[in-house]
């Protein structure tokens, strides 16, 4: 087939799939402009498009651009249909850097609105509010490009949906033998006008190859995945560890956080001191760094350098729930209190500034205040003693690395000069015996400026904080309050969660009851994804384990019937990102990837597992099975990058349990129990609590534990491994000395 190429000179790369060869922008330019936000402050909203009636804050953001955006949806691509008019898809995210840099360069620029709304018809997506679009178009830029793929995500495309030509952020105007936007235009409507047979077999051919690129289960075999799965997964990590500054790689630094719930698993069942020395060494060194924000706690979205100093000042709720639940998990295997301080200080965070007064969790909080990366968080020395004094400052000066000529320069990132990004060399409590003063002391004297700090930032203009509540983040959130609520006592942190999963249970569904996606300003739309389901099974599973409230286990097996009839593939296995009544896209995709957060299935797969040991029904083990099946080619090849999927697999291969204690609730033979087991760190385990009554609610979902009674009027624990079940025990010690892997 002949390929579609049209002259781009050298600005342009071309690339190779098959038998067709593709035209790309390279991804990924990026320039420093400093000063947009200002002059957006300052202009007048002189246009209106329609995007004024959407609810994602990122589509807000561009709802007075001077281009004639569309939101996805059919008024726009009927009318590129019938003007004969290539689409351009713009994809972002409110609190995405460069997606505002473009926006302000170009989107809100009148020369490039009038060479837009005469050339494309041009439609804004939120990436996440529309995942599954986000997801395809994304493919389709790592399939076109040798560089790197990220947002803003710019695709052109036929009037029905199939990519020509994707690049990420795109300057006004050419610089340093980069094409721009007034350039660049003229030459797609001349292209689409004299060669427009050649682009659409191009866009034909692409769409082809998306399609067989997103479905990783078709065509594959099965192959057994075993306990040498969970040692390569193990070993690929290994090979990939920074011994100096802990993660993985060198730059930029992921947190990753499933990376290190998988490495305590492995740690539990082979005793290799490694996988917890990784573990450990990673999530002391966040916690040192710059990526970890010292005054108003939470996690920055990634470091910049090696060694965690420079962030990428973002906040993303799924980062801090994946994190808590990291540090929480570390406490349990440890003990050591530095991992429960962490996880609370996330969590504090969450509930000050990302919580609504619906219960919800909102999405994320920008990079960016008053134009500048990073202008929130950092500090200059002259800032530092005006606000604590001489004394204070000088406390902080020395042992939170700041310098009068800055560590955030313009060199790194940063525009304030002498600014600075607070982090420690070591922890505090090493820090304390210099000052010859016990380490409560000295914590003691850290926190007061801390606190002294916290409230001058708070009067600084705040990064913009995205308030829409996704379902998928949600369920992470909830999973990871409910882990730490009874991991460290806390009813506060169980609250919070419980009181989100009732709204999202009560408030996102549409009139058949069905899971909805986004909430904002009391709207409630968008069909929910597997995430959505998949990750809030997750926070209702912990959440009945952290409560012992029938009601939430009854809420998962309801979302999971409902998954298994809207998503399943019954001929090869595994789930769509979509479901059956979806919208059709060009492609319907499955996705395996445990990137930025786990994917859908490798939640679901271990959802499933537990439901099998909760409920005593087979046929959810028997369909995690059959999902591994579906995806066991491609996460052979590479089970570094699937570390949540692991986590099922080593759950699947046990040693697992089962413990179902029986016994009044509120006594305190019952409580004792439960508070072992939940300092126990057993994670491949499920919990079940029953009264004494015949008629407990358990029953009703876990037949099972019919004939199991109390011994002499005593909490009686019964602990079932690997589908054989002990003698059932009143001794607490007896219960957690069956939970110990040398009985495996």
């Not at 990420?168 to 001349?190: A, H, N, Q």
């Not at 689409?192 to 067989?212: G, Y």
């Not at 602990?719 to 957690?736: A, G, Q, R």
Request: hydrophobic share 35%; charged share 25%; proline share 4%.
């Amino acid at each position: 087939m002949k390929a579609y190429i049209y002259n781009f000179r050298k600005d342009i790369l071309i690339f190779n799939i098959g038998l067709i060869t593709l035209l790309i922008f390279p991804c990924l330019f990026f320039v420093n402009l400093t000063n947009w936000a200002q002059a957006s402050g300052s202009k007048e909203m002189k246009h209106s498009n329609r995007l004024k009636n959407e609810k994602s804050p990122y589509l807000l953001q561009h709802a007075d651009n001077p281009v004639d955006w569309y939101p996805w949806g059919e008024e726009a691509f009927e009318k590129a249909r019938r003007e004969n008019k290539p689409i351009l898809l713009s994809i972002g995210y409110s609190t995405c850097h460069w997606c505002h840099v473009m926006e302000h360069e170009s989107f809100e620029d009148e020369e490039v609105a009038k060479l837009m709304n005469d050339t494309f018809v041009s439609i804004k997506v939120d990436r996440e509010e529309r995942p599954d679009i986000d997801n395809i178009y994304m493919t389709v830029c790592q399939m076109m490009s040798k560089g790197g793929c990220g947002w803003p995500l710019n695709i052109i495309m036929t009037p029905d949906k199939k990519p020509f030509f994707a690049a990420t952020y795109i300057p006004k105007e050419s610089r340093y033998g980069r094409l721009g936007m007034i350039e660049f235009i003229p030459k797609v409507k001349e292209a689409w006008e004299k060669d427009n047979e050649n682009i659409l077999n191009s866009a034909q051919a692409v769409t082809e190859a998306v399609r067989k690129a997103t479905d990783v289960s078709q065509n594959t075999q099965a192959i057994d995945l075993s306990t040498k799965t969970l040692d390569t997964a193990y070993n690929q990590l290994l090979r990939n560890f920074d011994e100096e500054n802990g993660g993985f790689g060198k730059s930029p630094k992921f947190p990753t956080p499933h990376n290190h719930l998988f490495l305590l698993r492995y740690w539990k069942r082979t005793g290799d001191k490694q996988a917890l020395g990784m573990v450990e060494k990673t999530l002391q060194e966040m916690r040192l760094g710059g990526m970890y924000d010292h005054v108003g706690f939470g996690f920055h979205r990634y470091s910049t350098d090696p060694n965690w100093l420079l962030p990428h000042f973002e906040k993303m709720l799924y980062d801090q729930a994946m994190l808590a639940m990291a540090y929480t998990e570390a406490y349990q295997a440890t003990g050591k209190k530095e991992y429960e301080k962490t996880a609370r200080e996330i969590l504090t965070y969450v509930l000050r500034d990302m919580t609504s007064p619906e219960g919800g969790f909102y999405s994320a909080e920008d990079a960016d205040s008053e134009g500048e990366e990073g202008k929130f968080y950092v500090w200059t020395e002259g800032e530092l003693k005006e606000t604590l004094g001489d004394k204070d400052a000088e406390l902080i000066i020395t042992n939170f690395n700041t310098s009068k000529s800055g560590n955030f320069t313009e060199e790194a990132g940063g525009h304030q000069t002498g600014a600075n990004i607070m982090h420690l060399k070591k922890p505090l409590s090493e820090i304390a015996p210099s000052y010859e003063i016990s380490e409560e002391e000295f914590a003691g004297k850290i926190e007061k400026t801390r606190v002294t700090l916290f409230n001058e930032r708070e009067k600084r203009i705040h990064p913009y904080k995205d308030d829409k509540i996704l379902t998928d983040w949600n369920g992470l959130m909830i999973a990871a309050f409910s882990m730490a609520g009874r991991t460290f006592n806390e009813p506060e942190y169980t609250n919070a969660a419980s009181k989100a999963a009732n709204f999202l249970l009560k408030d996102l569904r549409d009139s058949n009851g069905k899971l909805l996606h986004r909430f904002r300003n009391g709207d409630a739309g968008i069909t929910a994804n597997i995430d959505d389901y998949a990750f809030l099974i997750w926070g209702l599973l912990e959440l009945y384990e952290s409560t012992f409230d029938v009601a939430y286990l009854k809420a998962a097996l309801a979302l999971q019937d409902d998954l298994d009839k809207g998503f399943w593939d019954n001929k090869y296995g595994g789930y769509y990102f979509t479901s059956n009544d979806a919208e059709e896209l060009i492609s319907r995709q499955k996705e395996i990837y445990d990137g930025a957060i786990p994917s859908g299935n490798s939640v679901a797969g271990l959802n499933l597992l537990k439901l099998s040991r909760i409920t005593g029904n087979v046929e959810y083990e028997k369909k995690a099975d059959q999902l591994g099946k579906a995806f066991s080619e491609t996460i052979s090849s590479g089970p570094m990058a699937y570390t949540l999927f692991m986590m099922g697999l080593d759950f699947g291969l046990g040693p697992s349990y089962e413990v179902v204690i029986v016994g009044d609730p509120e006594s305190e033979d019952t409580q004792s129990m439960i508070e072992a087991i939940r300092k126990s760190y057993s994670p491949s385990k499920v919990v079940l609590l029953r009264g004494k009554e015949e008629n407990a609610e358990i029953i009703e979902f876990a037949d099972f534990t019919k004939g199991q009674s109390s011994i002499d009027g005593k909490a009686t624990a019964y602990v079932c491994l690997n589908h054989v079940c002990n003698l059932p025990t009143t001794d607490v010690s007896k219960m957690i000395e069956l939970l110990s892997p040398d009985n495996s």
